[in-house]
């Protein structure tokens, strides 16, 4: 019989062992409503099925993630945004990932790139979670609802089992 310390420290150790989340994934985007004035390529409720492809560094101590959206969702990007890799960490099978833009919009004398903020879940092959536009500004007073608004799409899908 093993000493009860020895089990509980296997059995944390099994409980804080962190998957690799890495693969192809595909996965269906949903794009909320307009919450802030956005490129003309917004479109609420539009699906489009894509390719999600995730890196995991499970050696990382942090737990390093990046995050590659192909097809039509990553020229949307691309052309919105001017990236379509995000980055950032996975705990257990928790993402958290964002890219700060480089293209720059004017409205008056404000001005402001997008940063994507993602936040997933990874349960088995499964992946789900929602990708947060948040105009980042020179604070501006011409700035008004840019300081405040949010556009937010949703997203699912799976990586085929290996």
């Given at each position: 019989?093993?000493?009860r310390?020895?089990?509980?420290?296997?059995l944390?150790?099994?409980g804080?062992?962190?998957?690799?989340?890495?693969?192809d994934?595909?996965?269906?985007?949903?794009?909320?409503?307009?919450?802030?004035?956005?490129?003309?390529?917004?479109e609420?409720?539009?699906?489009?099925g894509?390719?999600?492809?995730v890196?995991?560094?499970?050696?990382?101590?942090?737990?390093?993630v990046?995050?590659?959206?192909?097809?039509?969702?990553?020229f949307?990007?691309?052309?919105s945004?001017?990236?379509?890799?995000?980055?950032?960490?996975a705990?257990?099978?928790?993402?958290e990932?964002?890219?700060?833009?480089?293209l720059?919009?004017?409205?008056?004398?404000?001005?402001?790139?997008?940063?994507?903020?993602?936040?997933?879940t990874?349960?088995?092959?499964?992946?789900?979670g929602?990708?947060?536009w948040?105009?980042?500004?020179?604070e501006?007073?011409?700035?008004?609802?840019?300081a405040?608004?949010?556009?937010?799409?949703?997203?699912?899908?799976?990586?085929?089992?290996?």
């Amino acid at each position: 019989m093993l000493p009860r310390t020895l089990v509980l420290v296997a059995l944390a150790a099994a409980g804080c062992a962190t998957p690799d989340l890495s693969g192809d994934y595909v996965v269906e985007v949903t794009t909320g409503p307009r919450g802030c004035p956005t490129p003309d390529l917004w479109e609420e409720g539009t699906a489009a099925g894509i390719d999600l492809t995730v890196t995991h560094d499970v050696d990382d101590p942090d737990g390093g993630v990046t995050l590659v959206v192909g097809g039509t969702t990553g020229f949307f990007y691309g052309r919105s945004v001017g990236e379509f890799t995000l980055t950032g960490e996975a705990t257990g099978g928790e993402i958290e990932a964002s890219v700060l833009g480089d293209l720059t919009y004017r409205a008056g004398m404000c001005t402001w790139d997008w940063r994507l903020e993602l936040d997933a879940t990874v349960t088995g092959d499964d992946i789900a979670g929602t990708i947060t536009w948040v105009p980042v500004t020179n604070e501006h007073p011409d700035c008004g609802e840019y300081a405040t608004c949010r556009n937010t799409q949703t997203f699912a899908g799976a990586r085929p089992s290996p």
